[in-house]
Nanobody
Framework: QVQLVESGGGLVQAGGSLRLSCAAS????????MGWYRQAPGKQRELVAT???????NYADSVKGRFTISRDNAKNTVYLQMNALKPEDTAVYYC?????????????WGQGTQVTVSS
């Protein structure tokens, strides 16, 4: 069994910063990829940033230059540094990971953390 636990959400004024963390635990043989998605009220869940194995990164156009994804492989943790936040960044942010447990790849989600940006 694998668990993803997120932290770091909250309320911030426009222009401010937040840092999200997501720690994976459980039956982990290898983490193949980790990333962040978000879902605003009435909208579909969308990709924010992903970090496949290695150091490559992918970002949604709407967050490029403002958000930075990083991983600490020793801690099985992924971070999302969010700067210059805008009201349109308000959403529930979900951590996602593709984890090989020694037998198969599993696709996992965290419980979500609320980010609210006030204007």
């Amino acid at each position: 069994q694998v668990q993803l636990v997120e932290s770091g959400g909250g309320l911030v004024q426009a222009g401010g910063s937040l840092r999200l963390s997501c720690a994976a635990s459980g039956s982990i043989f290898r983490i193949n990829a980790m990333g962040w998605y978000r879902q605003a009220p009435g909208k579909q869940r969308e990709l924010v940033a992903t970090m496949p194995s290695g150091s490559s990164t992918n970002y949604a156009d709407s967050v490029k230059g403002r958000f930075t994804i990083s991983r600490d492989n020793a801690k099985n943790t992924v971070y999302l540094q969010m700067n210059a936040l805008k009201p349109e960044d308000t959403a529930v942010y979900y951590c996602n990971a593709i984890i090989y447990n020694g037998h198969y790849d599993g696709y996992y989600w965290g419980q979500g953390t609320q980010v609210t940006v006030s204007s």
